[in-house]
């Protein structure tokens, strides 16, 4: 039973603020986690490795879970809306305290804190976000109406990313202590996430909804369902990929500017706002596309141009170009090669905003291609699965690249990196990341769920509705 009401704006902006949160997550987990962990916490470089691969372990049981329990749930505020407010409070407290680590002697106890804190950092994320993904399908079950509602939600994702990325660097290079600059990162982040999930329930409760009997939950079952449906499993599979670069390049690109090309700290928050920025810019062209081209044509060309656009960068020297340059909010003139990469930046950020876009367009489509195939409805599982893509993609890209600085012989705390370990900084930048993309691509050419095989399958869904 879908709910009569309709889909307002109000609606829309509501549960597209859930995207703050979402940003903050990602920009401080991506961009600075390792940074904190090898720079503030002072932990090596491969006991921090595993510091940001186990909590992912967890999430292979509890994304797909809280899927199902959020498909199942029932009461007056509907199956998912109580979930985002508990799992966004929980997420946001957890936020602050994996960032406030006690005052340990030994490297191991501060790992365990970090590691113990990131686990339910982790698990109020997930309560957060699956069901917050899962409300899409439900809003609109309209190919194109979708694709919009997936825009929203990305502009406010990018906003956030903006100012996270702003803001960041001027919280945690204020004070020559990096551990006490991080812990107001924390504070923040917990208002950010807290407010973000209290809107989206405020805002959201006469929103349209779907309430369907669901069968007793098995794992094994629900698992076997979402392989089964090929539309879903090469999005899986290409998203991971995709992530598993972004979170490599994300997490590298600290590394990449202060120890490579020797910028300022605070400079790092204006580059990666800027191209933020840019990418927002970008989100309504690429809505456009996904119209004229269909969703899939656009996936694709922008992985291709988001891959070009970056191989440059694992060429730049810091002494490239003979000038330097003052730029807004940096007390530091930088050099004119952080220059260069900014510009090379903002292009690629044509790419990146279409390959973050345009999945989290066709994913929700998934949803009843899996109904036509199994019979059951389950958005809950999917976009919990869709979610663990995600994460798990974030944490091998970031895993991966504590590898490489290990074996590069970087030195946590270090304030300089022999040629070995830049060179190694620039792999897991550039070259790992874009392998990553070209893989996506390529997965991707598998994917055969157009708008007009999604309009057969509602089709199919009426009619098997009437018999």
Same mark, same amino acid.
Request: net charge positive; charged share 15%.
């Given at each position: 039973?879908?709910?009569?009401?309709?889909?307002?704006?109000?609606?829309?902006?509501?549960?597209?603020?859930?995207?703050?949160?979402? +940003?903050?997550y990602l920009g401080v987990?991506?961009?600075?986690?390792?940074?904190?962990?090898?720079?503030?916490?002072?932990?090596?470089?491969? *006991?921090?490795? *595993?510091?940001?691969?186990?909590?992912?372990?967890?999430?292979?049981?509890?994304?797909?879970?809280?899927?199902?329990?959020?498909?199942?749930?029932?009461?007056?505020?509907?199956?998912?809306?109580?979930?985002?407010?508990?799992?966004?409070?929980? =997420?946001?407290?957890?936020?602050?305290?994996?960032?406030?680590?006690?005052? =340990?002697?030994?490297?191991?106890?501060?790992?365990?804190?970090?590691?113990?804190?990131?686990?339910?950092?982790?698990?109020?994320?997930?309560?957060? %976000?699956?069901?917050?993904?899962?409300?899409?399908?439900?809003?609109?079950?309209?190919?194109?109406?979708?694709?919009?509602?997936?825009?929203?939600?990305?502009?406010?994702?990018?906003?956030?990313?903006?100012?996270?990325?702003?803001?960041?660097p001027y919280i945690f290079?204020?004070?020559?202590?990096?551990?006490?600059?991080?812990?107001?990162?924390?504070?923040?982040?917990?208002?950010?996430?807290?407010?973000?999930?209290?809107?989206?329930?405020?805002?959201?409760?006469?929103?349209?909804?779907?309430?369907?009997?669901?069968?007793?939950?098995?794992?094994?079952?629900?698992?076997?369902?979402?392989?089964?449906?090929?539309?879903?499993?090469?999005?899986?599979?290409?998203?991971?990929?995709?992530?598993?670069?972004?979170?490599?390049?994300?997490?590298?690109?600290?590394?990449?500017?202060?120890?490579?090309?020797?910028?300022?700290?605070?400079?790092?928050?204006?580059?990666?706002?800027?191209?933020?920025?840019?990418?927002?810019?970008?989100?309504?062209?690429?809505?456009?596309?996904?119209?004229?081209?269909?969703?899939k044509q656009a996936y694709?060309?922008?992985?291709?141009?988001?891959?070009?656009?970056?191989?440059?960068?694992?060429?730049?020297?810091?002494?490239?170009?003979?000038?330097?340059?003052?730029?807004?909010?940096?007390?530091? +003139?930088?050099?004119?090669?952080?220059?260069?990469?900014?510009?090379?930046?903002?292009?690629?950020?044509?790419?990146?905003?279409?390959?973050?876009?345009?999945?989290?367009?066709?994913?929700?489509?998934?949803? %009843?291609?899996?109904?036509?195939?199994?019979?059951?409805?389950?958005?809950?599982?999917?976009?919990? +699965?869709?979610?663990?893509?995600?994460?798990?993609?974030?944490?091998?890209?970031?895993?991966?690249?504590?590898? *490489?600085?290990?074996?590069?012989?970087?030195?946590?705390?270090?304030?300089?990196?022999?040629?070995?370990?830049?060179?190694?900084?620039?792999?897991?930048?550039?070259?790992?990341?874009?392998?990553?993309?070209?893989?996506?691509?390529?997965?991707?050419?598998?994917?055969?769920?157009?708008?007009?095989?999604?309009?057969?399958?509602?089709?199919?869904?009426?009619?098997?509705? %009437?018999?």
């Open positions: 039973m879908t709910t009569s009401s309709p889909l307002r704006l109000r609606h829309i902006l509501g549960w597209s603020s859930g995207g703050f949160a979402v +940003a903050v987990t991506i961009n600075y986690f390792l940074f904190f962990l090898t720079q503030g916490a002072t932990i090596p470089v491969g *006991m921090a490795s *595993m510091v940001l691969l186990l909590p992912r372990l967890w999430d292979v049981v509890t994304d797909p879970i809280m899927g199902a329990i959020s498909d199942r749930t029932r009461g007056r505020a509907g199956r998912r809306r109580p979930w985002i407010l508990f799992g966004g409070l929980v =997420f946001a407290v957890s936020f602050y305290f994996m960032f406030a680590i006690p005052d =340990f002697d030994a490297a191991w106890q501060r790992a365990v804190w970090v590691t113990g804190f990131y686990m339910l950092v982790g698990t109020g994320y997930t309560m957060f %976000e699956v069901p917050l993904n899962a409300m899409l399908p439900e809003m609109s079950q309209d190919y194109r109406q979708r694709a919009r509602l997936a825009g929203y939600n990305m502009i406010a994702i990018r906003t956030g990313l903006i100012a996270t990325m702003l803001v960041g290079a204020a004070d020559a202590d990096v551990a006490a600059g991080f812990r107001r990162i924390g504070l923040f982040a917990a208002v950010v996430i807290a407010v973000a999930s209290i809107v989206v329930f405020t805002t959201t409760g006469d929103a349209p909804r779907v309430e369907r009997p669901h069968k007793k939950f098995h794992l094994r079952q629900e698992l076997s369902a979402l392989w089964k449906n090929k539309p879903f499993k090469v999005l899986f599979c290409a998203h991971l990929l995709k992530f598993t670069g972004i979170g490599a390049a994300g997490t590298c690109v600290i590394y990449y500017l202060v120890f490579v090309l020797k910028a300022p700290p605070q400079s790092v928050g204006v580059v990666l706002s800027a191209t933020a920025a840019t990418a927002t810019l970008f989100l309504p062209l690429w809505m456009w596309l996904m119209q004229k081209w269909g969703k694709s060309a922008a992985l291709l141009i988001l891959s070009f656009a970056m191989l440059p960068l694992l060429f730049v020297q810091p002494d490239a170009f003979d000038f330097s340059f003052k730029i807004p909010f940096v007390a530091e +003139a930088v050099n004119g090669a952080v220059i260069a990469v900014a510009g090379i930046l903002i292009l690629a950020s044509l790419g990146d905003s279409g390959a973050i876009l345009a999945p989290n367009a066709m994913i929700p489509d998934t949803v %009843e291609a899996d109904e036509l195939q199994s019979g059951t409805r389950r958005e809950g599982t999917i976009l919990g +699965a869709w979610t663990f893509s995600r994460k798990l993609g974030m944490a091998l890209g970031a895993y991966v690249v504590s590898l *490489m600085l290990g074996w590069s012989g970087f030195v946590p705390g270090a304030t300089s990196q022999s040629p070995e370990a830049l060179n190694g900084i620039r792999l897991g930048y550039v070259l790992f990341p874009v392998s990553c993309y070209i893989a996506a691509w390529l997965i991707l050419r598998k994917y055969t769920l157009s708008e007009a095989r999604f309009e057969e399958i509602k089709a199919d869904l009426v009619g098997r509705a %009437e018999r």
